[in-house]
């Protein structure tokens, strides 16, 4: 079984510590618990409520898709479990952290530890190097520029792309970059991926291409997964579908 680079790493410990990170719950399953989850955004008509009393739960190790149609909250979702966006009530536990009752410092240094993203865009800077990119997130750590750019190194080979690590993000196609962009969301050897439609922008064998890999990455690095997907047969590979609808979740059957 593959493992991770041991420098990829981040050391939790000083992390917690420094940024004042600490767990409501014990570390056990499931690591996402969303409880009586409220999101309501005003508008210039008037309140928008998107949930109302929503509650998930996914177990360790789980790869899960989320599908629904475009407005229906599924970005939204993500951006929660992410720390990315506060709810307007409710619970919400990642990691056994509540990310609906930590500061902004807080979730920045959650972020860094314990989440990897990828969306529909890959988000590479285009002035630096695929390796520079993919050790991105250890340099905003504080981390020495060669012993990040080794890490960035290794996840590309895992990506399989080492021989393109000194191309810039214009010299690669929609498939390398967006390679490039999951080595880099896994760089800080997160334990929870989520991924916002990951091969919305890619053709339909890119695509599968781009799934194959997210999915080895996820069962060898033990991750928990969250993935929106437009795409019904990528999302029937998960462990679990989840059709988003109406502010509710329910789920797709049919799939393993």
Known sequence: MTEPPPAAVAPATRLERESGLRSDEPSTEP????????????????????????????????LVAIVGQSGTGKSTLLHILGALDAP??????????????????????????????????????????????VAMPLLAQGQ??????????????????EERRDHRPGELSGGEQQRVALARALVNNPRLLLADEPTGD???????????????????????????????????????????????????GGCP
């Open 31 to 62: 690591i996402i618990r969303v409880l009586s989850l409220e999101k309501t955004y005003r508008t210039a008509r008037g309140p928008l409520t998107l949930f109302r009393d929503f509650n998930l739960e996914v177990q360790a190790g789980e």
């Open 88 to 133: 307007s009530a409710g619970r919400v536990y990642c990691a056994s952290t509540n990310v609906a009752e930590i500061n902004s410092r807080q979730a920045a240094a959650f972020r860094n530890r314990f989440i990897g993203y990828v969306w529909q865009f890959h988000y590479l800077l285009p002035e630096f190097t695929a390796q520079e990119n």
């Open 144 to 161: 020495g520029r060669r012993e990040a750019l080794a890490v960035a190194g290794n996840w590309l080979r895992e990506v399989g792309l």
């Open 202 to 252: 890619l053709d339909e064998m890119t695509s599968g291409q781009v799934f194959d890999l997210l999915q080895r990455l996820h069962a060898s690095y033990h991750l928990t997964s969250v993935v929106v997907t437009h795409n019904m047969e990528l999302a029937a590979r998960c462990t679990r579908v989840l059709r988003l609808e109406g502010g509710r979740l329910s789920e797709v």
